[in-house]
């Protein structure tokens, strides 16, 4: 790794504050604006000299290949994460993915209008996704393909070696190296403004909003969630995020680190834009929960309710900041779901027999919830080819 920058890229905001009060742990995320990920970056490039190659290239065959005949390009990729970090600890990613199966619809919630939604905010970061034209153009997909996503990386033993959870994630960086490569292509990447694409930093706060960000809004919907769990949801992602091409030293050792971290680029990062207000817009037009569009009377309904929630787990402040339309009835109606939720807790814990139907259930609702969004159209996690608005 290179030494920290002396002086924070230009896009970073309140700057002296920040390595006032988080000193080292503000170096080294600022510095990590001008890093991306060379293994991934070099893939997409030889893939993208021959246009057949790239057609035929299939990572999960690739992977199941034990001849060792890869080209070199694929085999540094495969070599960065062929072998699990010791850090990893399987007992705790077990006891994560539980979590996330006892928080069903409420999980699903926080998804999507906490976790999404925040990594729109930042104007710099939510860049590569609105050159893309991704959320704009396809929303409905790419929130199925997040739900499927999570759900991989939450199944049992879905993020061993070669596992779907596992792949998903390495497709997703290969995603992120494809985006990199065509916003420089294009020539419509302000690097002096916006730093690297896709790069370190944003790879870590993205992997903040899966873990802390995630951990927070499920205890505003009233979850207990305990420390243990907490810390255990954030070493799960961390692991995630390694996978994806974070590197392991910008990660957070435990969950007052990865609260840290989140604050750190929360309060550097600047205020929404337009690409973060068109960003929120395309992503509460599609209800994750609800697949299909519903019309007239509960149409404005649903609108209303999505709102209403979004601000309710995102805050009155940002949620304005976004254009968040207020949603007055369900404002007086939502604050039920903590108290509705905490004694649903209270219950699992003092009988644990529980424990046991609310994963179900829950488990439940995230298969129909990606069966229902994707309409028999498997989530391919394919590269895109072009940039919205490319001719």
Known sequence: MSPPSATPH???????????????????????????????????????????????FDLA??????????????????????????????????????????????????????????????????????????????????????????????????????????????????IHAQVRRLL???????????????????????????????????????????????????????FVGWVMGTEAELLPRDYAEAAALRELIQWTQGPPDDDSRALAAALLGTPPTLPGGPAGQLARLRAGMVCGISRMLIGDEVADQLGIDRAPVW?????????????SEWARVHVPELEGPLRRAGAKYWAWVVEMSLRGEPARFARPDQLAGAR
């Open 184 to 238: 420089w292509a294009s020539g419509r990447w302000d690097r002096a403004s916006w730093a690297m694409p896709i790069n370190q930093h944003d790879m870590l706060a993205t992997t903040l909003l899966f873990s802390e960000v995630y951990v927070e809004g499920l205890r505003v919907f009233g979850f207990d969630v305990s420390e243990e769990e907490g810390e255990d949801w954030v070493h799960l992602w961390n």
């Open 61 to 174: 065959a690739a992977w199941r290949d034990p001849g060792g005949r890869e080209p070199p390009a694929i085999a540094e990729l495969f070599e960065s994460v062929r072998e699990v970090p010791a850090w990893v600890d399987w007992v705790r990613v077990e006891r994560a993915r539980r979590l996330f199966e006892r928080t069903g619809l409420f999980g699903g919630f926080v998804l999507s209008l906490r976790a999404l939604i925040g990594g729109y905010v930042a104007p710099a970061g939510n860049k590569p996704l609105a050159f893309s034209g991704r959320l704009r153009e396809q929303a409905p997909r790419r929130v199925a393909e997040t739900a499927r996503f999570v759900t991989a990386v939450c199944a049992p033993g879905g993020m061993r070696p070669g596992a779907p959870g596992w792949l998903i994630a390495l497709r997703v960086r290969l």
């Open 331 to 343: 404002s007086r109606l939502l604050p039920v779901i903590p108290n509705v939720v905490g004694a």
């Open 10 to 56: 230009p896009r970073v905001h309140r700057a002296e504050w920040a390595l006032a009060r988080f000193g080292q742990l503000a170096s080294r995320s600022f510095a990590a604006l001008e890093r991306c990920d060379p293994p991934a970056d070099a893939l997409v490039e030889w893939l993208a000299a021959d246009p057949e190659r790239s057609k035929r």
